[in-house]
């Protein structure tokens, strides 16, 4: 018996003794498969409980391998209409209280919808888009619909997206409404209703589109039989959308992506968009205002901006008119926008769209606007500041969910999850400002067959639908992003926030007949590849940010490998040491030369299974500064910070690291086999890294700051490792041991074996090590692949102070005698040391200098007053 047909035998048993129908998206009522998967029956039906396990594990790791993450609210439980776009307060001017970002998990199987129904749907859709465009076109215009008290004044005026400093403006009022997202369910009936509506900056569509790649990886012959709509189309109209947005006078318009950052709670989606667009990801520290335009800051010079695509929540993103706190923005964009000399897009103040209280509103609006019906209606919502909507509301408490019209007025409540003692409390809130709360009806969700572990279960779900501007109309992706819970007590419109009890599903709209995929047919430079996406802005790798992430991208990266070398050699010294005791004093440097390169003190203990546990300390411990994991986290999250510049092979490499140190931390009995082991594959990973940096990168400055910061790395950690090896007298066969130790942790142990067969002291150490220009181990050698990295950055001149730096390392180190520094004087070789921690002093320097000459960014804006320092002096 397949998963499918044991789904099919609960779900006409559940339906029959089920008191509340529930709409199933699989099955009707009478336990006939739905015609939109009745075409992929055949190829479903095949699966078994084998098959289901496999399936649910090849997306995990495909997940994993493309790092897919989302980073919860750090509130528990939310209304579906009030989930956060993961661009808005949560990150604005600080970190505190953010979850951890949580991997992305998506259901093998997806939601399938037939295509004659989804018509429906998308003229619904794209029929809402409109009214809502036409509704803030007024708002910001005429404001007839204020007037006229077609809609009230209250809850407009007391909505915090409702940004008076653009009202009156003719270029906000010309400009239309880009882009709308809504959050769907169907009723019993099987009625589709729209639970929220999305248009501050809709977030989702990146994740829809990686979900559909997934998907179509893990189950090819059933993706491949389907006669399904593609999600392509719906970025080829995002794309021209956005160029064509220009302002008027602009011929080849440069597009941005406007993110929170890395921490924001979709970071994922909006640098995947960004990717898949070709527009370049950046953050408001990288765009300044000047002479009433919006610039990139690039190295030495301004580039002019003409369209933004914001993932910023409106009132974050000009701290001169709106919150003076905020991190986000750019200080002066509001006047750009006024005078017509940027286009921001979503349009600034379009998050009042989303206000619950135009919901029971829509209809007449529709009518009255567009001359048509509403075609899909919203969930049943009442306005409390109307008395007949605050008397039903007061009156049903324990069975509405409560919404506020602002997310600054608090967030959504469902009444029969409260106390009656808070719902009393709740009653009392409402009454005093009726206005800023709705309620909305408990939609009892449909339900889709979903996989856990062996088996398929009903879960409700929830479908967000997406429109975006496509010449006087707007254009639907065919599909969208659709979420479940792994709890069947949930799904009554209130959704877990927390990823681990939530699974995405990718939606298929699927057609009877074989489906010709549409054809965009681009204008200008574009029209002779139609759907062609162009290479980001090299521009974008001059961005000071960018180059500071790439540049710490390549510093952690390095230092990893150079630790998990020095671990690997002294290992194998702790192994011979079981097999002889001479090697003590050996293991003994070794362990000193681990502590001091990678500055985790206190350091190595004495017993044997303390080493074992330092050892593991050292390649798991992600809150130790100076391991392996540490180095690790830092990589990746630099790498997260210009996701758009780096190979998704990137990800792939990171994925596979961290399952390699997951394996060893689920074993804390090992004894050291796997510990060598996983270091090995660790380090394999490390050794690919730099391998996608050196084939897959284009050279332009982000790859010269990439590869300058692995070269100062290099030399630093040898520089250390030589200090605290070498740079004491010891018996000769320990230093012997020693050298060969050091040799094997800087890779050149064969080089030196061969070159040096009858001088094999620490003089022809220093000389390979140090001196020797050819050998991609040496100082000298990261000393001139530095300077030839920075020459070709722009913006340097030849007196710039890094290459000063550098001229005056490489004379140092070229003029170096390694036989001088080899003798030592009363046991210590003070010279050599000396030398040593002068280079080091000289390259930490030189890494301040290549901060401020090619990294600094600008300092952190703070108001010149305190809003809350009455009678203060600024």
Known sequence: ??????????????????????????????????????????????????????????????????????????????????????????????????????????????????????????????????????????????????????????????????????????????????????????????????????????????????????????????????????????????????????????????????????????????????????????????????????????????????????????????????????????????????????????????????????????????????????????????????????????????????????????????????????????????????????????????????????????????LRSFAVRSGGSYAAMLGGLARVTDDASEGRGVLVTDPNNQLAKDVWVVGSEPVAAPRILARDRFEEEPGFVPAVSASVAMVPRVLSDLYWFGRYAERAEDLLRVLLATRTVAIETDLDLSHGRVLEVMLQAVTHVSTTYPGFLGSQLEMITEFRSMLLDRHRTGTVAHSLGALSLAAQGVRDQLSEDVWMVLADIERALAALAANPNDQGLQLTDVSERVLSGLLALAGIATENMVRDPGWYMLDSGRGLERALQILALLRVTICQERAIETDGVVLEAVLTAAESIVTFRRRYRTRAGVDALLELLVIDAFNPRSVAYQLNRIRTDLRALPNTSPTARPLRLLDSLAERVRTSDPVALAEPENGRRTELDDLLAGLQSQLRALSDAIRDHYQLQPPTQRPLFRADAVGGTA
């Open 1 to 462: 018996m397949t998963v499918l047909s044991r789904y099919l035998a609960a779900a006409s048993g559940s339906t029959a003794a089920d008191s509340e129908s529930v709409f199933d998206e699989f099955a009707a009522a009478d336990g006939t498969v739905r015609q939109g998967w009745s075409t992929l029956l055949a190829g479903l039906d095949e699966f078994a409980d084998t098959d289901l396990l496999k399936a649910q594990r090849e997306v995990a790791r495909l997940l994993e391998d493309d790092n897919v993450t989302y980073t919860p609210s750090p509130a528990s439980t939310i209304s579906i209409a009030d989930e956060p776009n993961g661009h808005g307060p949560a990150t604005g001017g600080t970190t505190k209280g953010l979850a951890e970002p949580q991997p992305w998990r998506l259901d093998p199987l997806p939601l399938i919808l037939e295509d004659r129904e989804w018509a429906g749907l998308e003229a619904g859709l794209v029929q809402r888009a409109q009214l809502l465009d036409a509704i803030m076109a007024d708002l910001y215009g005429a404001r007839r619909l204020l007037a006229r008290h077609q809609i009230p004044a209250a809850a407009i005026f007391d909505h915090e997206e409702y940004l008076r400093p653009l009202v009156g403006s003719q270029a906000v009022a010309q400009q239309r409404l880009f882009m709308i997202a809504a959050d769907l369910g169907r009723d019993s009936s099987g009625q589709w209703k729209v639970i929220s509506d999305r248009t501050q900056a809709p977030s989702g569509a990146g994740y829809a589109m990686q979900n559909r790649r997934v998907v179509s990886q893990v189950m090819p012959e059933i993706y491949h039989q389907a006669n399904l709509h593609r999600l392509t189309p719906f970025f080829q109209a995002m794309r021209l959308a956005l160029v064509d947005s220009a302002p008027s006078a602009v011929e080849d318009p440069r597009v941005v992506v406007l993110s929170p950052g890395t921490l924001s709670e979709t970071a994922f989606d909006q640098a995947f968009v960004a990717s898949l667009l070709g527009f370049p990801l950046l953050e408001g520290s990288d765009l300044t205002v000047r002479d009433g335009r919006v610039w990139m800051r690039v190295l030495g010079k301004l580039e002019e901006v003409d369209v933004i695509l914001r993932r910023v929540d409106s009132t974050w993103m000009d701290t001169l008119e709106l919150r003076p706190n905020s991190r986000l923005g750019v200080t002066g964009l509001l006047e750009c926008v006024r005078q017509g000399t940027v286009t921001v897009l979503n349009n600034l103040g379009s998050g009042v769209l989303e206000n619950p209280a135009l919901m029971p509103l829509l209809p007449q609006l529709c009518e009255r606007l567009l001359g048509q019906s509403l075609r899909v209606p919203s969930v049943e919502t009442w306005w409390c500041g109307d008395d007949a909507g605050l008397s039903h509301v007061l009156s049903n408490l324990d069975s509405l969910v409560i919404r506020p019209i602002s997310r600054g007025h608090g967030r959504s409540v469902r009444g029969a999850a409260l106390t009656q003692r808070q719902r009393e409390l709740l009653a009392e809130k409402i009454k005093a400002l009726p206005h800023r709360f709705v309620g909305q009806e408990v939609l009892h969700l449909s339900s889709a067959p979903t996989s856990a572990e062996d088996r398929l279960v009903r879960r409700n779900v929830v």
